[in-house]
């Protein structure tokens, strides 16, 4: 409502769907996953596992999400959509990319 022209563009449907996922984010723990938090949480716990597991090659591949973690640590509007979209949609290929290593781990532990 308070933009200039997207709010007269499909405003009830934009609506509902905005309530619908208002309601599914007020659910216990299954709205958890509608919330930025859990996904910058997440990350933070895989990095920490990389750095126990001492895979510092990974570790800096994932740098600048870690940046960008920094910069929302440092902005004035902290915890802010813009900043968790990127974190939500590159966590699924952190986890990805620990499983992988993991099992090339396990792999080589196995050969030995």
């Not at 940046?67 to 990805?96: D, K, Q, S, Y």
Request: aromatic share 12%; proline share 4%.
């Amino acid at each position: 409502d308070q933009t200039t022209w997207i709010k007269y563009w499909c405003s009830e449907w934009r609506q509902s769907i905005a309530e619908g996922a208002k309601q599914f984010g007020e659910i216990p723990v299954l709205g958890w996953v509608a919330h930025g938090n859990l996904y910058v949480m997440m990350t933070l716990l895989i990095g920490a596992a990389e750095v126990v597991l001492r895979r510092w090659r990974i570790l800096v591949m994932h740098l600048p999400l870690l940046l960008l973690m920094g910069v929302m640590i440092t902005a004035p509007a902290n915890n802010f959509e813009r900043h968790m979209l990127p974190v939500a949609f590159v966590f699924g290929f952190v986890v990805l990319t620990f499983w992988r290593e993991s099992q090339r781990a396990r792999r080589n532990a196995d050969i030995r």
